[in-house]
């Protein structure tokens, strides 16, 4: 079945610089990969997500790439702002009807 | 409006006692699911249906039961809980399959003591 790692566990920035979190998957038959950040206390939210029929998608300062060869996506923030401060987990549709999602990483964004 | 709701919010029982966790969304959505949230391991699938009386096996369904009696309601059921089971679940649910936006409940502390 369908296996999702994701690094680094925790990675701290300072405020306006970027935070990149990559996320491999095992497998190849894996079409969708959606990020979903989560805040303190609160429940995880989509805050972007790719397709497998595309390599790069933008939205402000989020950004999601994948490469289907080496069965790898990441998730870019640019100018990283205080509220970007959260747990990020990164998913992967499995076999069947399964979403697998990675560990996630705890980003704090210093100010 | 539109939301995912669960209930109870916070549960603190004893190992054996049978408990249900109930989850019911408002949006028509066809599939529903459960997630266990513990550190380091991040969000792991329990269960999850597809739609009213389908329902199928997650990455860690051992101790959990489930039905899907009606579209909008989908109960999670430990009939015996240990201690291992203490964590916080989350009920999610998207308009069709895992491939579209997970609309997560607000999530269920359960410690079993």
């Known amino acids: 079945g369908e296996n999702v790692e994701q690094h680094p566990s925790t990675l701290s920035v300072q405020e306006g610089d970027s935070a990149v979190i990559k996320c491999t998957y095992s497998?190849?038959?894996?079409?969708?990969f959606p990020w979903y950040k989560q805040e303190l206390g609160k429940r995880p939210q989509l805050i972007i997500d790719i397709r497998s029929n595309v390599g790069e998608k933008k939205d402000q300062r989020i950004a999601v790439t994948l490469n289907k060869t080496a069965k790898h996506f990441s998730l870019h923030i640019t100018e990283t702002q205080p509220e970007d401060s959260a747990v990020y987990f990164c998913?992967?549709?499995?076999?069947?009807?399964?979403?697998?999602f990675g560990a996630g990483t705890i980003l704090r964004v210093k100010s | 409006e539109a939301q995912v709701t669960q209930n109870p919010r916070y549960l603190i029982t004893v190992t054996g006692k049978k408990l249900t966790v109930t989850c019911s969304q408002n949006?028509?959505?066809?599939?529903m699911s459960w997630y266990r949230q513990d550190p380091g391991l991040g969000l792991r699938q329990i269960y999850y249906s597809m739609n009213v009386e389908v329902t199928d096996k997650g990455d860690v369904p051992e101790g959990y039961k489930v039905s899907r009696k009606e579209k909008r309601n989908f109960p999670l059921i430990l009939e015996s809980p240990s201690p291992n089971q203490t964590s916080l679940y989350f009920c999610a649910s998207s308009f069709f399959a895992p491939y579209n936006e997970q609309f997560f409940g607000p999530g269920t502390r359960l410690t079993v003591l």
């Open positions: 998913a992967g549709h499995g076999y069947g009807n399964k979403l697998v």
């Open positions: 497998d190849s038959a894996s079409n969708y």
């Open positions: 949006m028509n959505h066809e599939y």
